[in-house]
């Protein structure tokens, strides 16, 4: 492998726990432009329809903290408490975590040229992949590394950032088909918070990951799930994952076999399996369907339980 070709481009620094690893090791080199909190950038907001606004610089640990977030969003509330470390959660932010770069080992070696460092392949692809997708769905097979974007794409959040008054989770992070990046931020564009919408009447959410220790480590797997459950039935469904794919997913075809039929055994097991549809393993990758396919029926049957 040649060396990998660095970027001089300025980056934003809020609390630093991924930027200051990358500049560590040598893989960013760029000056930095720190970032100083304003009123519209921390903390949660509310509106009169119970929907929540968040900071992009309030840490993980308040978010997984806050009572009201965990009444309202329990799956968000699980999400932020299940990633990283205690240390990690305090300073990291929400507007970091979406915004983070991957974390494939041959992209965090400084001495190793890949697509998000100007090179012209993915050395995973070839190489060892066993930490990557199960969800081939563009040159670089390095599952996007965060968890909270994956739970806001659960809620159908709005990112509000410095240059665009509202965009998608799948419009901040793409369809995985663009190797060389891990959003879609200019370089001058930063995150400045992130709206939700009301949860629904009756709503209840869960988030589990599959990991390969009992702490602090990257999901293999990982899904948050938002149901409505009225008379045995699912009324609405919605279910994402992490930890699979480049960007993180909706499981359509689970919901839409969810969608109006009954909370019973058959119709779980069937949902579940389904999360693999669309699927195209690596070689070594293929273990992550099982764990997929299982966290989705756990989740269901305690979404399921009154």
């Known amino acids: 492998m040649t060396s990998a070709s660095m970027t001089a481009s300025a980056e934003f620094r809020a609390a630093g726990t991924d930027l200051s690893e990358r500049r560590r090791s040598g893989v960013s080199r760029g000056p930095l432009i720190d970032l ?11 509106g009169a329809d119970g929907a929540a606004t968040i900071g992009a610089l309030t840490s993980i640990a308040a978010i997984a903290a806050d009572p009201r977030i965990a009444a309202a969003y329990p799956g968000i ?3 932020a408490s299940g990633l990283a470390t205690p240390q990690v959660r305090h300073l990291a932010t929400l507007g ?3 915004a983070q770069r991957s ?3 041959y992209f965090r070696d400084p001495h190793i040229a890949c697509l998000k460092k100007g090179g012209s392949e993915c050395p995973a692809r070839t190489g060892n992949h066993l930490y990557s997708v199960a969800f081939d769905l563009g040159p670089c097979v390095a599952p996007h590394p965060s968890t909270m974007a994956a739970a806001l794409l659960a809620h159908d959040a709005r990112i509000v950032t410095s240059q665009r008054p509202g ?7 793409g369809d995985g088909s663009n190797g060389t990046s891990d959003h879609a931020l200019a370089a001058d564009e930063m995150i400045r918070s992130v709206e939700l919408s009301a949860p629904l009447p009756g709503e209840r959410a869960l988030y589990k990951r599959a990991i390969s220790r009992s702490h602090a480590e990257w999901p293999l797997a990982e899904v948050c799930a938002r149901a409505v459950v009225t008379s045995g039935t699912f009324q609405f469904i919605r279910l994402t994952a992490g930890g699979i794919a480049p ?4 499981l359509a075809a689970c919901e839409a076999a969810l969608q109006g039929k009954p909370a019973g055994a058959a119709v779980i097991a069937e949902a579940a399996r389904l999360a693999r549809s669309g699927a195209s393993p690596l070689p070594m990758t293929g273990y992550k369907l099982d ?3 299982g966290v989705v029926h756990d989740l269901l ?3 399921a339980t009154p």
């Not at 100083?36 to 509310?46: F, N, Q």
């Not at 965009?167 to 992070?173: A, K, M, R």
């Not at 960007?247 to 909706?250: A, E, I, K, N, S």
Request: charged share 20%; with cysteine; proline share 5%.
């Open 103 to 105: 974390r494939c080992w």
């Open 291 to 293: 764990l997929l396919e």
């Open 96 to 98: 970091g975590n979406l």
């Open 247 to 250: 960007v993180p997913l909706r």
């Open 301 to 303: 049957e305690r979404l």
């Open 36 to 46: 100083a909190a304003a009123p519209d950038t921390i903390g949660v907001t509310w």
């Open 77 to 79: 509330a699980a999400s």
């Open 167 to 173: 965009i998608s989770i799948g419009e901040l992070l």
